[in-house]
């Protein structure tokens, strides 16, 4: 999900908008792309200008990820009760995974407006259920437990450990997605950086205790 918060403009202005083959007149989500954005470029340049395009373009995939992120929340209670919450932990981030790999797939731009939703979905499941987690774990008196040092384990200890979790991933990301991009000599990589990481969440989100 951080992937996505940071560097999706710059995917869209570097991997979707750029100069295609339109050799193909028939409509189809899939064109043979040829160069994309370019941030480093004169300011008047028309692969810079595109770029410029290509991240204004974002900002309404950012809108589709904040819409999709406010009426997931507002029904995630509801998806708990029905499915549980260990599915919908588990799902949200497969569903992410996967919408993220088809958007580097397919970078187009009606893929980036309609996947853009998959990470609302994923911010929301983030957000939410590693807190009604911890809820559980002290409404049924876990820690107290598992607790044999004779330590007082308060719920906003736990609480700031899991939000830290959000900035070690962006200091993690930010010093190394660029060597990435340079490998793979494209934001494409970004995308696939985004789905490996959430499968890997989902694998790890197998191992919670989930309280009834």
């Known amino acids: 999900l951080v992937s996505y918060s940071l560097f999706f403009t710059d995917f869209v202005g570097q991997a979707v908008f750029g100069i295609y083959n339109n050799n193909n ?6 064109k043979l792309f040829i160069l994309g954005g370019n941030p480093k470029l004169d300011p008047e340049h028309p692969l810079r200008l595109l770029y410029n395009d290509g991240v204004r373009f974002g900002s309404w995939g950012m809108s589709i990820y904040s819409i999709s992120c406010s009426i997931y929340s507002f ?6 009760n029905y499915f549980g919450i260990k599915r919908v932990y588990i799902g949200s981030q497969l569903i992410y995974a996967i919408g993220m790999i088809l958007m580097g797939y397919l970078h187009h731009r009606i893929a980036v407006i309609i996947l853009s939703a998959v990470a609302g ?7 939410t259920i590693p807190y009604l987690l911890i809820s559980k774990y002290y409404r049924s008196n876990i820690f107290n437990q598992l607790n044999t040092h004779g330590q007082i384990r308060g719920i906003g200890t736990d609480v700031a450990v899991v939000s830290s979790m959000v900035f070690l991933a962006q200091l993690f990301l930010s010093l190394t997605m660029g060597t990435f991009i340079h490998l793979a000599g494209s934001t494409i990589i970004v995308t696939i950086v985004a789905s490996i990481l959430s499968i ?7 191992q919670i205790l989930y309280p009834d």
Request: aromatic letters at 12%.
């Open 121 to 127: 979905i994923l911010y929301s499941t983030l957000f």
């Open 200 to 206: 890997c969440g989902a694998i790890s989100a197998t």
């Open 25 to 30: 007149e028939n409509f189809t989500l899939k």
């Open 75 to 80: 029904n995630i209670q509801t998806l708990n």
